[in-house]
């Protein structure tokens, strides 16, 4: 079945740093990728997808690249704030599916 | 815009009590509704998807159930609380039709059983 594979965190980081989480999947077909930001004592919000693959999602300064031939969907970020602390999901929706796929979630602190 | 609402926001019950958690969603017709649960290690569980009126499909057996009623409602509940049932619990919904498009979620309601 479909799977979404996330590196464990935390991921300790000091402000300005450069940010990557890495994110793999396995699935059948031409799935849609997502990353969605969990922010403290909140639901999880869509923070960037792409549908195909080579697109590049971007939103906030954060961007993937949804690349196929690695499997890959990796979260970057050139300057971490202190406001991006969240905890962070990679997620696939099978092509045709409404029943997304999510990773385990990667927790992100940044500190000052 | 569409908006999801889901409450309470918080809820403490004993063990052998009742539950209900309601969502709605605002702003879009005929939407795809899920329930999740988030336990410590904040890995989500898919609990229950509806896909329309009166049709819920579960995801893992355990003494949760939910309805829809409404085109725009969904409801959790249960009619006796374990100690495990505690957790933080999401409703989310999608566009119908079509893989690509994303999940919405709540706030969540954060329930602890004592």
Redesign the interface.
Known sequence: GDSVTQMEGPVTLSEEAFLTINCTYTATGY??L?W?V?YP??????LL?A?KADDKGSNKGFEATYRKETTSFHLEKGSVQVSDSA?Y?CAL????????T?G??T?LIVHP | SQTIHQWPATLVQPVGSPLSLECTVEGTSNPNLYWYRQAAGRGLQLLFYSVGIGQISSEVPQNLSASRPQDRQFILSSKKLLLSDSGFYLCAWSQTGTGNSPLHFGNGTRLTVT
């Open positions: 799935p849609s997502f969605y969990q004592g909140e639901g999880l919000q869509l997808k549908t905890v999901f929706a099978p092509g045709g599916s409404y029943i997304p999510f385990r979630g927790s």
